[in-house]
Structure formats: structure tokens, C-alpha cells
């Protein structure tokens, strides 16, 4: 079942926040979030592993809500680098690494 | 240190015809992924390696799709009988241990004319 990512899309000024979501209907392992930006491949930027874990990298982090099934990345004081598409990237209780992706939710951070 | 390759980068190629895609992993990752992406799309999971087994094939869309690994390394996608809805780009990842970190490589675009 694919994750499903919330916005779809969101336009932001240099300095501003933003939250993705992503909500699953199935028990979770993990949650993985990569970034792939126009014409590239997807990067990865962090995996959470417990429920309630967050994690951060630079001004980037995430929160995994096992019980709710749900995962959000938070992008704080966003830089004109952020922009791009991100993927959550869910794996169920098997640890497999195979991931299923939400459709992606697109950021554009505009000077 | 090389990251994952693909070849070829683009492949344009007639309804009917069979094709493979190649994916080099990055040397030691045991675990190795392919997926698909359509224009604008997500990524659609296809198939997965742990060494040179693939105990999940479940995303493959179709029995005209196949896949192998050897020596625990270069991968193998092939799609026989191409079809226009297989237009898309292909990516492979490889990671040292199942569940870790993906490393993806610069992905194959098809176009099935």
C-alpha cells in the first residue's frame, strides 16, 4: 500500500518553514526520506527506525510516529537549495529494505 | 569511490523489441533495487536483491519482465516485448545491508516508440 504524502506541492520565500507528511495504513519498520532534484536521481537524507524517533541533518529533520503510522519531515529557515521533489519511503516489519514511495511532494523555495 | 552506474543512460527502442538495462552497485553492497519512474511520477518498486537472490518480485508489472544478479554485483533488467506504457526511467539503488541507506544511480530512460 503507497504511503500517501501530504502537500502535493508548496511554494516558499528563502527563511520559512515547511512540514511534509506521510501517512501509512500499515504497521511500519521504518521510514526513509530522499530528495530528488529535477533531471537527478534521489538522494537520501535520513531513515527513522523507532517509533517516535526524529532525527536531524542540518536544518533538516523528521519525527516517526509508529503508533499513528505517520512520519513528517520538518524543513526549518528553508535555503534556495532545498528545492526539489521528496519521497517517503516506507518498509514494513520485514526490514527488507524494499521500500514503497509515496508520490513525492514537490518544494519550491523562491529567493 | 565510484556510486552506482547505470547504462545505458538512454535507450530508444521499437514496440516489440526486447531490451536490458544494466546496473553496477556500489562494490560490497549486497542489497540492490530496481524502480521505475514515469513522467512526474513516484517511484514504483520492481524488484529486490540480497546477494544474488530475489526474494521479492512482486513489483515486476508483467511476466515480460526479468531480472538477474551475478557474483553478487552487476544487475540485469530485461523487458521483452516492449511496450509504449514501459516508457520510463529505470533506477537501480544498491545499499551495504538490507533496510540501510540507498544509493541510487543516474537511471536509464526508455522510450518505446
Known amino acids: 500500500q503507497q504511503p500517501v504524502q501530504s502537500p502535493q506541492a508548496v511554494i516558499l520565500r528563502e527563511g520559512e518553514d515547511a512540514v511534509i507528511n506521510c501517512s501509512s495504513s500499515?504497521?511500519?519498520?521504518?521510514v526513509h526520506w530522499y530528495r530528488q532534484k529535477h533531471g537527478e536521481a534521489p538522494v537520501f537524507l535520513m531513515i527513522l527506525l523507532k517509533g517516535g524517533e526524529q532525527k536531524g541533518h542540518d536544518k533538516i529533520s523528521a519525527s516517526f510516529n509508529e503508533k499513528k503510522q505517520q512520519s513528517s519531515l520538518y524543513l526549518t529557515a528553508s535555503q534556495l537549495s532545498y528545492s526539489g521533489t521528496y519521497f517517503c519511503?516506507?518498509?514494513?516489519?520485514?526490514?527488507?529494505?524494499?521500500?514503497?514511495f509515496g508520490q513525492g511532494t514537490t518544494l519550491q523555495v523562491k529567493p | 569511490g565510484a556510486g552506482v552506474s547505470q547504462s545505458p543512460s538512454n535507450k530508444v527502442t521499437e514496440k516489440g523489441k526486447d531490451v536490458e538495462l544494466r546496473c553496477d552497485p556500489i562494490?560490497?553492497?549486497?542489497?540492490l533495487y530496481w524502480y521505475r519512474q514515469s513522467l512526474g511520477q513516484g517511484l514504483e518498486f520492481l524488484i529486490y536483491?540480497?546477494?544474488?537472490?530475489?526474494?521479492?518480485k512482486s513489483g515486476l508489472p508483467s511476466d515480460r519482465f526479468s531480472a538477474e544478479r551475478t557474483g553478487g554485483s552487476v544487475s540485469t533488467l530485461t523487458i521483452q516485448r516492449t511496450q509504449q506504457e514501459d516508457s520510463a526511467v529505470y533506477l537501480c539503488?544498491?545499499?551495504?545491508?538490507?533496510?540501510?541507506?540507498?544509493?541510487f544511480g543516474p537511471g536509464t530512460r526508455l522510450t518505446v516508440l
Open positions: 562494490s560490497g553492497h549486497t542489497a
Open positions: 539503488a544498491s545499499s551495504l545491508e538490507a533496510g540501510g541507506r540507498k544509493f
Open positions: 500499515k504497521a511500519l519498520y521504518s
Open positions: 536483491f540480497q546477494g544474488n537472490s530475489a526474494p521479492d
Open positions: 519511503g516506507t518498509d514494513g516489519s520485514s526490514n527488507t529494505g524494499k521500500l514503497i
